[in-house]
């Protein structure tokens, strides 16, 4: 293998990994955080939930999904309103986040960069 081939696996295995470090960072962080949020509900209260829902709309526009994000941001602002409201909303988003629906990725193979 020559050093231009070599370089341009090397190039490649980085941009997979800076892309699938921003989609954990992001995508899936913003997933578990609903999770939290939403089975302990009960211990949180109005301001809680309000300051969780808002970063984790955050971290979804930083992802690019600006739907979900704005979803999240109007569940924060309708919580004290209505805590129904605000779980069929979670719930919308939840539905339409791409991480709910992406396939589980298999490891990927064994890439050695020396």
Same mark, same amino acid.
């Given at each position: 293998?020559?050093?231009?081939?070599?370089?341009?696996?090397?190039?490649?295995?980085?941009?997979?990994?800076?892309?699938?470090?921003?989609?954990?960072?992001?995508?899936?962080?913003?997933?578990?955080?609903?999770?939290?949020?939403?089975?302990?509900?009960?211990?949180?209260?109005?301001?809680?939930?309000?300051?969780?829902?808002?970063?984790?709309?955050?971290?979804?526009?930083?992802?690019?999904?600006?739907?979900? /994000?704005?979803?999240?941001?109007?569940?924060?602002?309708?919580?004290?309103?209505?805590?129904?409201?605000?779980?069929?909303?979670?719930?919308? /988003?939840?539905?339409?986040?791409?991480?709910?629906?992406?396939?589980?990725?298999?490891?990927?193979?064994?890439?050695?960069?020396?």
């Amino acid at each position: 293998m020559d050093i231009m081939s070599m370089e341009l696996s090397r190039q490649q295995l980085r941009e997979q990994a800076l892309s699938r470090f921003k989609y954990v960072r992001t995508c899936i962080l913003a997933r578990e955080l609903c999770l939290l949020v939403r089975t302990n509900r009960v211990a949180f209260n109005m301001k809680d939930a309000q300051e969780c829902c808002k970063f984790i709309s955050t971290l979804c526009s930083e992802a690019g999904c600006e739907e979900q /994000s704005q979803l999240c941001a109007k569940a924060a602002d309708i919580v004290p309103e209505s805590e129904e409201k605000y779980l069929d909303i979670c719930q919308q /988003s939840c539905m339409k986040c791409g991480e709910s629906r992406k396939p589980v990725q298999k490891k990927a193979q064994n890439n050695y960069v020396a």
